[in-house]
């Protein structure tokens, strides 16, 4: 089996501060990818950054980093310098590092953004 | 664009009524994704496809089927339109690559009445 889990619905942060998303996951692979996606109103889904579970070194794009933890199974993302921009739903996935290619996502955390 | 279409973008049906949903790819992707996205749940893997006629379940695939018979079409079939099927569903791709990103189209609103 393999799951995600977000338990925040909802978070907010202030313009310029930071703010960290969790995420769990379960998986009984070996070799596995994590992502976050964001949807913003629109309904695009657009990648924010991933990690491949062999690597130790946490994933940073501009902004945006994680904290991978591989032996708790945790996958929390860190916007740092929030913007308004920011404000959407944000999702963690993982992907199996197999041939069939089972991508599962969790429940999605609204991020609201205050100026 | 990453060349996915999915068809149609809205539709309202009535209870009882067979509904397909069609996915297209121009990138001659391997794998391809059928989804379900409702508010507190998330986005739930419904099917999913890792090549031609290679299809696998995902975690709500009760009461769906889906058929991938070339490579750039992956069609999502309910069979008898329930009022618990009204969603919004997503279709991704995927390119051969284990850390590879996936690709969504628009989304497809789902009503039945």
């Known amino acids: 089996a393999q799951t995600v889990t977000q338990s925040q619905p909802e978070m907010s942060v202030q313009e310029a501060e930071t703010v960290t998303l969790s995420c769990t996951y379960d998986?009984?692979?070996?070799?596995?990818?994590l992502f976050w996606y964001k949807q913003p109103p629109s309904r695009q889904m657009i990648l924010v950054i991933r990690?491949?579970?062999?690597?130790?070194q946490n994933a940073t794009e501009n902004r945006f980093s994680v904290n991978f933890q591989k032996a708790a199974k945790s996958f929390s993302l860190k916007i740092s310098d929030s913007q308004l921009g920011d404000a959407a739903m944000y999702f963690c996935a993982v992907f199996r590092g197999t041939s069939y290619g089972k991508l599962t996502f969790g429940q999605g955390t609204i991020l609201t953004v205050h100026p | 664009d990453a060349g996915i279409t999915q068809s149609p973008r809205h539709k309202v049906t009535e209870t009882g009524t067979p509904v397909t949903l069609r996915c297209h790819q121009t990138e001659n992707h391997r794998y391809m994704y059928w989804y379900r996205q409702d508010p507190g749940h998330g986005l739930r893997l419904i099917h999913y496809?890792?090549?031609?006629?290679?299809?696998d379940k995902g975690e709500v695939s009760d009461g769906y089927s889906v058929s991938r018979s070339k490579t750039e079409d992956f069609l999502l079939t309910l069979e008898s339109a329930t009022s618990s099927q009204t969603s919004v569903y997503f279709c991704a791709i995927r390119p051969t690559g284990q850390g590879t990103e996936a690709f969504f189209g628009q989304g497809t609103r789902l009503t039945v009445v």
């Open positions: 990690q491949e579970a062999y690597k130790q």
């Open positions: 496809s890792y090549g031609v006629k290679d299809t």
């Open positions: 998986t009984s692979e070996s070799d596995y990818y």
